[in-house]
């Protein structure tokens, strides 16, 4: 098990960007694979992006080329940087982790370690 510390998040206007963050609180972000997923009200959790330790990032259809997903092995942290932002990104947003020997996914199921969340809003 690792703690995962997520920041950032808020309100933002169409168009706008917003950055989140994710910090492994203790070992290092290097043993795991790290991953961005979302939940709306009402729907399931999906993901947002997932980036490998070797620093390969994925993306999910719909933020392909507005979200950027990186790391920063030296400061344990993940980021996501959201860039035009569309109402139907507001959702609760998830940090995850999957040890490395596991292989990376897409899929919310494979992974055992989550933030506590972070409510993004994006609203005129």
């Known amino acids: 098990q690792v703690q995962l510390v997520e920041s950032g998040g808020g309100f933002a206007q169409p168009g706008g960007s917003l950055r989140l963050s994710c910090a492994v609180a203790?070992?290092?972000?290097?043993?795991?694979?790290m991953g961005w997923f979302r939940q709306a009200p009402g729907q399931e959790r999906k993901l947002v992006a997932i980036?490998?330790?070797?620093?390969?990032?994925n993306y999910a259809d719909a933020v392909n080329g507005r979200f950027t997903i990186s790391r920063d092995n030296a400061k344990n942290t993940v980021y996501l940087q959201m860039n035009s932002l569309k109402p139907e990104d507001t959702a609760v947003y998830y940090c995850?982790?999957?040890?490395?020997?596991?292989?990376?996914?897409?899929?919310?199921?494979?992974?055992?370690?989550w933030g506590q969340g972070t409510q993004v809003t994006v609203s005129s």
């Open positions: 980036i490998t330790t070797g620093g390969s990032p």
């Open positions: 203790e070992g290092t972000a290097l043993s795991w694979h």
């Open positions: 995850a982790a999957r040890r490395s020997y596991l292989g990376y996914s897409g899929r919310p199921s494979d992974y055992k370690n």
